[in-house]
């Protein structure tokens, strides 16, 4: 059928085109011949060959028929049959003969716009052999006694009749001609024969060196040569065709890989100009004998046959004995192809007869016995027997060009209505329920041939390919398939991309059960073509589909028929295609045997996790490798799997990462706990990349890989706490009863982040889990970790070396900090209460020992000063929140900044451990008790240290405590009698006017810094002013405009003004500095009119004064400022502008004064440039 090889996505209406010329070629034979053995040519259900009155059929003793035959019949026909009709073929063969080849053109050209195709004009005119003979020349011109030359000379610049596009010169006048493409055309055809006369002298030169080597193998068989290219390429060819006939089809995709230079799949590839060579099968079976030498092969033409010509055309020349011989070859094999076309027009005309047959038998009443045993003769007689398959109702060419294999015995159609007791054997008496079908027919005495030609005005069609799958119903499952392999090529396409979904299971049903390997490869590559873009519930469709036909068809079918159609399409352009190959490959993976797995599923999708650009593919790569990974069994893959699992981590797409945590580190640590290596080579292998970073790091820590090796180890805690279970002396203790286990609470674990991370999961069940908890608390508390290895390695090697770990990394790094007291927090939730107070919390404070001598000031490394702090009092501390594990923190934090504070050491730890504590407000309140402690404290250095502490937790807490809690500890503060301890609260003081709203407790703060300002104890306190000028600089641009416009402008006024009365130049300096710093900051801000002429400027005037003594680069800028200020107050007294006179309105807070301070460092070195720094762009 025409469906076989039929291209579901590049349909068009060629398919029915070729119907007709096949149909018209068959009509052209058939009126040539006496028709099919056994009908007559008076048959009254015999086509006619056309709509024309019905002409004499003439039979001939020759497939090609000559005029002299038809002549003869002609004069011996009656009078009554005068009118002959001649066949085109035969004018046509007429016309080549005679060489009227132009005419013979406009004629083929004219059935050609008629839809009627003639094969031998068709094969005639394509064939540039006809017109130019360099070697040889066509058997139709050699039996004319043509030379060498042939019937036509082709010019240079004259296109040939092969290459011509008759459309274009037809007479209609509506197409251009095109001279270029036919030079081109030319020009490749000349291009071709240098090729084809290249290939010859290489193949004379490859056969005269095998003639050499093989003299010299039977003289010395023992020596071997080298194999040499023409052969290497010759047996590629050979080996690609083994593999692709015998279903190697993956093993033939790889050995055409690796052999890239060469298309394996193409004989002509090659180069040599000799025929292909048997198959691997054939030499091996013909190794013990000879083998028949290949003739050699000339370029033929299709002519007319030597039996039309007549003697006088004949040339005889007994000097070309051979050449005869060759041309009697050829003779024989165009004869052989013309019968063989003969038997296939002769097949389909059978399958038609047996049509109408049937249907004929199934509308008719039975026949009387005489007219019935007449039909049955007939029938027998015209159709050959039926093969059970496919309902007997057609034949393919395949049964049709084997007519002497034995058939199983059948009943004719026609006795399956007339006979009822025979159908205990039909066909379709298999189908269950499925009974004799009985018609009631009328008592009528009329003939069968009338009552078919009565029946034949209906409008029935069984001449198209629909019409053929129509007129025959399938009677059996295997037809059934059939059917289905060859209609579905053509729905598919006819089906909106919506609702192609619905086709999915017809498909999968179909290429599960078709018997060709080649109809299924075809379906199954529909079914993966089936949706251009498909979206995700397509998506899903289509991998059900194909999980269901994997679980019927099985793992070698898979390997075969599914993994091909993936391999295909993994670099698709259309990521949505793509994303289907990954998602497939994972659902494919219980399915396939286990050595694709580990090889090239593996690497498949290797090579996409790597390549693929879309970040939605990446992902579901990494989910099908989880898969793979909870199937896989081949440990020398384990490196492979890690080295993907670090790849998947450093990937720039959240969720790829996401995935790898939820799904591919549960499932590759499953499989490493098989190997039990999860212990000893997975996590150690992290650590060890994790203490590498930080050595590497002492000038610049890479955080990003420091939090992809942390978040894989936090990822691994899980499995981790399930082997130390499934490990435990215990395990034989267990017993499950449901109902005497209490449920496990839902605090007791972190929340998973999938349901791969749940303990409950990887342990089996709940009642399990619960019952292995049990155990292991009393285990920990009464008996004790002896014998215990999985909890001991954890004890005495992992905590330990994270301890070590920790005391390296930067404490002043947030985001390390946050990282391993996560990790911390995590680890200690997982494994315990018990575990964390015997095992955890003993091992921190052992290092931790809280005393001064533990403290060096003056190197700055001792533990108190590292991230071991912030990670022991956030991670460990806070894992559960009883009032003895809160009341431990508050200690340990009082300890803490007790003996900082005291031992003079940098706050940094401290500082983090609040940071990371005040993160979240259910520690605000037991923080407040930590610093009142310190306010309360004999010590003026905890004081000061609690002062500084306040800074840090206003940006936090709500206002209620800052004015509860934290304002009256202040004030208390701000009153102590040592006067570093109140210089230590105005920075505090600041962040509350910067970050607070409420009016009262704003004024509170005014006034408590109004007396630091105006009170005379504090007039020479050189230290508090330098403070609070930087203080105001710092929350000056954020703070409420009132208390900047009525507070800190005229106070940083009037400290300017008093500096300008200092007599120490250094303390003149340092206030001078300070004080450019804040109106640096504060320029930014909008600043009234008002404030601005009697504040603004004249403070900056008066800082002027002392830079013009101390610093003159500042001075230049001081004076821009300056005017630009004044500028800023004329425009706006005209009116001529409005707003700020801000030197960069857009840019508020530190992000303003950074700037601002970067443009004024690198103008420092010419003071021309600077005095024009703030003058206005014209």
Not at 50 to 61: G, I, Q, R
């Amino acid at each position: 059928m025409a469906a076989d090889s039929v291209n579901p996505f590049n349909l068009s209406d060629s398919e029915d085109e070729a119907e007709q010329r096949a149909e018209d070629g068959v009509d052209a034979e058939r009126s040539l011949s006496d028709g099919a053995p056994g009908l007559p040519s008076n048959n009254p259900i015999s086509p006619q060959a056309d709509a024309e009155p019905p002409a004499l059929l003439l039979s001939s003793t020759r497939t090609s028929p000559s005029v002299e035959g038809i002549s003869v019949a002609a004069a011996a026909m009656p009078s009554g049959l005068a009118e002959t009709r001649v066949s085109v073929d035969v004018i046509a063969a007429q016309l080549i003969r005679d060489q009227y080849f132009l005419t013979a053109l406009e004629f083929h050209t004219e059935l050609l716009e008629s839809g009627r195709e003639l094969p031998r004009l068709r094969d005639y005119f394509s064939n540039p052999g006809n017109f130019e003979r360099q070697s040889g020349t066509s058997p139709a011109c050699k039996d004319q006694g043509l030379g060498p030359g042939g019937p036509l000379n082709r010019a240079g610049s004259i296109s040939t009749l092969d290459s011509l596009d008759f459309a274009r010169y037809s007479d209609d006048g509506n197409r251009e001609s095109d001279e270029r493409v036919a030079v081109l055309e030319f020009e490749l055809r000349k291009a071709k024969e240098t090729i084809q006369a290249l290939r010859a002298n290489l193949t004379q030169a490859a056969e005269s060196d095998t003639q050499e080597r093989n003299k010299n193998y039977k003289s010395n068989p023992e020596i071997q040569e080298p194999i040499r290219s023409l052969e290497k390429r010759a047996l590629n060819f050979l080996v690609n065709e083994y593999l692709l006939k015998n279903e190697y089809k993956l093993s033939a995709i790889t050995f055409s890989d690796e052999n890239d230079d060469q298309d394996v799949e193409l004989w002509d590839d090659v180069g040599l100009n000799i025929p292909k060579p048997p198959d691997l099968l054939q030499i091996y079976r013909n190794c013990g004998s000879a083998l028949p030498s290949p003739r050699d092969t000339v370029d033929v033409s299709v002519g007319v046959e030597a039996g039309e010509l007549t003697g006088n055309y004949i040339v005889q020349k007994p000097d070309l004995l051979q050449q005869q011989h060759t041309e009697m070859v050829e003779e024989f094999e165009y004869q052989i192809s013309l019968l063989n076309e003969e038997k296939r027009s002769l097949a389909d005309q059978i399958k038609k007869l047996q049509s109408e047959i049937q249907s004929l038998g199934r509308t008719v009443s039975p026949p009387p016995p005489d007219q019935g045993s007449h039909l049955n003769s007939l029938s027998s007689s015209s159709t050959p027997p039926r093969s059970p398959l496919d309902n007997g109702q057609y034949l393919d060419q395949r049964r049709a060009s084997e007519p002497d294999k034995p058939h199983t015995e059948s009943i004719p159609p026609t006795q399956t209505v007339s006979s009822p007791t025979h159908t205990s054997i039909q066909p379709h008496a298999k189908l269950k329920g499925r009974g004799t079908v009985v018609f009631d027919h009328p008592n009528r005495k009329l003939s069968p041939a009338f009552q078919q030609a009565l029946l034949s005005f209906c409008k029935m069609s069984a001449d198209s390919r629909l019409g053929a799958e129509v007129s025959r119903i399938a009677d059996n499952e295997e037809s059934v398939m059939l059917m289905l392999g060859r209609c579905l090529p053509h729905i598919v396409p006819n089906v909106l991309l919506a609702k192609r979904e619905e086709l999915i299971p017809l498909i999968l049903c179909t290429a599960c059960l078709h018997p060709e390997p080649k109809e299924r490869d075809q379906l199954l590559h529909i079914l993966f073509n089936l949706i251009k873009r498909p979206d995700d519930e397509q998506r899903r469709m289509i991998l059900t589909g194909c999980v269901a036909f994997a679980r019927h068809v099985g793992p070698t079918r898979v390997e075969a028929e599914l993994l091909p159609q993936c391999w295909e399409q993994i670099n698709h352009k259309y990521s949505e295609r793509r994303l289907l190959v990954a998602e497939a490959c994972g659902a494919l993976a219980p399915y396939l045997p286990k050595e694709m797995r580990s090889s090239l599923v593996l690497s498949m999708l290797q090579q996409m996790l790597a390549e693929d650009k879309a970040d939605m593919v990446r992902e579901a790569v990494v989910k099908s490798l989880a898969i793979i990974m909870g199937y896989i069994d081949d440990p020398d893959k384990y490196s492979q799997g890690f080295e993907l699992m670090l790849l998947s981590l450093g990937d720039p797409s959240e969720r790829v990462v996401s995935a790898i945590h939820q799904v591919f580190i549960p499932a590759f640590a499953a499989w490493t706990t098989e190997l039990g290596i999860l212990q000893t080579t997975l996590i150690p292998s992290l650590l060890a990349r994790i203490e590498k970073l930080l050595k590497q790091g002492e000038h610049g820590l890479d955080e990003h890989k420091l939090h992809m090796f942390l978040s894989a180890l936090q990822s691994l805690i899980p499995p981790l706490f399930s082997v130390v279970l499934q490990n435990a002396p215990f395990t034989h203790r267990l017993t499950l009863q449901g109902d005497t286990l209490p449920p496990i609470e839902v605090t007791r674990f972190p929340r998973p982040a999938s349901p791969l991370q749940d303990v409950a999961t990887i342990v089996g069940s709940r009642e399990m889990l619960s019952g292995l908890l049990i155990l292991y608390d009393y285990q920990l508390e009464h008996e004790g970790t002896t014998g215990w290895d999985s909890l001991l390695w954890v004890v005495n090697q992992l905590l330990p070396q994270l301890i070590e770990i920790v005391g390296g990394i930067t404490v002043t790094s947030t985001t390390c900090v946050h990282e391993f007291s996560r990790f911390f927090w995590r680890l200690c939730r997982t494994f315990g209460k018990i575990f964390t107070n015997t095992k955890v919390k003993p091992q921190f404070q052992e290092i931790l020992r809280l005393s001064e001598e533990n403290v060096d000031a003056l190197t700055g490394n001792a533990v108190l000063t590292k991230a071991t702090v912030p990670v022991y009092a956030t991670g460990v501390l806070t894992c559960y929140n009883q009032d003895e594990d809160r009341k431990l923190l508050v200690g340990f934090l009082e300890d803490v900044m007790t003996t900082l504070s005291l031992s003079h050491a940098p706050l940094d730890s401290l500082k983090a451990s609040f940071i990371e504590l005040g993160a979240n407000p259910v520690y605000h309140d037991m923080l407040l008790t930590v610093l009142w402690y310190g306010v309360v404290h004999t010590s003026a250095l905890v004081r000061c240290t609690a002062a500084c502490m306040f800074e840090l937790l206003v940006k936090g807490v709500n206002e209620t405590l800052v004015a509860q809690r934290v304002v009256p500890a202040l004030i208390t503060l701000s009153s102590d009698p040592e006067m570093s301890v109140r210089i230590s609260t105005i920075p505090a003081f600041g962040t509350i006017m910067e970050m607070v709203t409420h009016k009262e407790l704003l004024e509170r703060v005014k006034m408590q810094l109004a007396s630091f300002l105006e009170d005379p104890q504090y007039q020479d306190q050189h230290s508090l002013h330098m403070e609070i000028i930087r203080t105001f600089g710092r929350v000056g641009p954020n703070a409420e405009p009132r208390f900047r416009d009525e507070f800190v402008l005229p106070h940083l006024h009037k400290l300017a003004l008093d500096n300008n009365a200092q007599t120490t130049e250094r303390k003149r300096m340092d206030i001078a500095t300070q004080l450019f710093e804040a109106y640096s900051a504060l320029s930014c801000c909008f600043i009234s009119e008002e404030v601005m002429v009697n504040h603004f400027l004249p403070g900056l005037r008066c800082l002027r004064a002392d830079m013009e003594q101390l610093s003159p680069e500042h001075e230049v800028i001081l004076s821009s400022m300056i005017k630009e200020g004044e500028t800023k107050v004329e425009n706006r007294g005209i009116g001529q502008a409005e707003g700020s006179v801000s030197i960069a309105a857009s840019l508020v807070g530190e992000d303003a004064k950074t700037k601002f301070l970067s443009k004024m460092g690198q103008l420092t070195t010419s003071g021309a440039m600077l005095a024009n720094v703030f003058q206005r762009k014209k």
